[in-house]
């Protein structure tokens, strides 16, 4: 059927034809409007849940860099509260205390510098009154603060007792049926806390500190 046009050559809306096809465009244009609303809405979402995943993201990275420092902080803090600290300050009695109980199966001796020479001669030794402070006995050009943790070699805390107050130091042990001794050759190369860790499986006696 033909379509009646108005004198413009536009469709007439009026007659039912026309009036069918306006629908028609009306409809299209209202479909092609919903398609781009929607893409536009799409298209928002995306970005939004981009950013919310990068945002995540970062708090995540975030979190994880503080926790780790936390466990730095909390690693060096552990390592500092686990090491003994040596001032000529403290009594000897007090320090071989302190050593035993972080090392339960060592002893550490001081002795005043001669007594190396004694012991070459294999002579016995004997230790300073635990009552005297590092300060009152250390050679009187000497002084310093020396560190004392597990990692560290016998023969270096030995070395530096030298260095810092020209006394005389021995790492000790008491074995299991009550012989006392000190360290030398392979043994001054181990850390003390292997060499306590050894003299534990050995079964020395727990507990002598002087």
Partial sequence: MAVKRNTDGTIDKRTKEGKAIAER???ARAARAKTSTTKKSTSSTTKKTTTAKSTTAAK????????TVAKKT???ATSSAGSITVTGNKKIGTLQKEFNKKFPYLRLGIFYSYARQQVKKGET???IDGDK???SVRRADSGGTISIAGNKKISSLEKEFDTAFGLYAQVCYTDKDGKRYYTSGSSDAMTLSAFNALCEKNGCKKGVYR
């Fill in 133 to 135: 402070t590092l300060a």
């Fill in 60 to 67: 995540k990275t975030t979190v994880k860099k503080t926790t």
């Fill in 74 to 76: 909390t690693s060096a």
């Fill in 125 to 127: 030794i004997t230790q």
């Fill in 25 to 27: 465009m009306a409809k």
